[in-house]
């Protein structure tokens, strides 16, 4: 039994979705100032092309990213379909996480204010039973050095390596990148652990002792995060205030 449409149709207009919420996701970051104009770059799964990538293009400032100018890559990194800038960061870090978790769809890495202040701190790790948000992320935070600048596949190697089964990679006095099963769930993660960090480093600068969530709370609060298919049409919401100020990320 099928619904009508034909699987071709089907997959197109699956993949404009993922184009037109991808894109919203770049205005997104830049609607919660965690952005650096062109530098920092997402990448998602395209529905239906086994081991294709949406990416951001290159030099391109976040606030004019549009589902028409997200490149995408075959499994070699060679634009596929339409000519794109791609940032060769960007292929080092993502290429080789999205080959080791085929469970994620969306990665996103930022240098965020917040979280790469935190991970600037010697020997420092996120307080998990810190916040409401920070315990959306009860163990599943995973931490790596500094390498310098990521060109090379070998370093997203590492990172896919260092990462593991989590959801978050703080990279030291870097930022961080967190994945999710959905695109929906990675900007919500990604703003909820800014979040946290943000809430963490008032904390500290205030010179007072956190007081800890008890843990079962805190499981509960990361199982329910993983469990969730967004947090009450998050993605949805946020467009609709992008829409409204007129924001052409559709295009």
């Known amino acids: 039994m099928t619904d009508g449409v034909e699987p071709v149709a089907r997959e197109t207009c699956m993949s404009r979705v993922c184009r037109v919420d991808f894109a919203a996701v770049h205005r997104i970051v830049v609607h919660e100032n965690m952005h650096e104009g062109t530098w ?38 060679a634009p596929f379909g339409r000519e794109g800038r791609l940032n060769v960061s960007a292929w080092a870090i993502h290429a080789p996480i999205q080959r080791a978790r085929p469970d994620i769809v969306c990665a996103l890495h930022v240098h965020a204010p917040w979280s790469t202040a935190l991970a600037s701190i010697d020997g420092w790790r996120l307080d ?30 590492r990172m896919a390596e260092a990462l593991g089964d989590k959801r978050v990679l703080f990279l ?71 829409d409204e100020e007129g924001q052409d990320y559709a295009d």
């Open 128 to 157: 998990e039973r810190g916040s409401q948000n920070a315990a959306v992320f009860y163990g599943n935070c995973a931490y790596f050095g500094y390498e310098g600048l990521v060109t090379g596949s070998d370093e997203g190697e």
């Open 172 to 242: 030291a006095n870097h930022g961080v990148l967190i994945v999710g099963d959905t695109i929906e769930k990675a900007m919500l993660w990604l703003y909820q652990l800014e979040r946290a960090c943000m809430n963490e480093l008032l904390v500290l600068q205030a010179g007072r002792k956190i007081r800890p969530i008890p843990i079962a709370a805190a499981k509960l609060n990361a199982e329910l995060s993983i469990e969730s298919s967004g947090e009450a049409g998050y993605l949805e919401g946020m467009k609709a205030v992008l």
């Open 40 to 77: 920092n770059h997402f990448s998602c799964k395209v529905p239906g092309r086994p081991g294709h990538l949406l990416i951001t293009p290159g030099q391109t400032h976040f606030s004019r990213v549009t589902a028409s100018s997200l490149v995408e890559v075959d499994p070699e990194g």
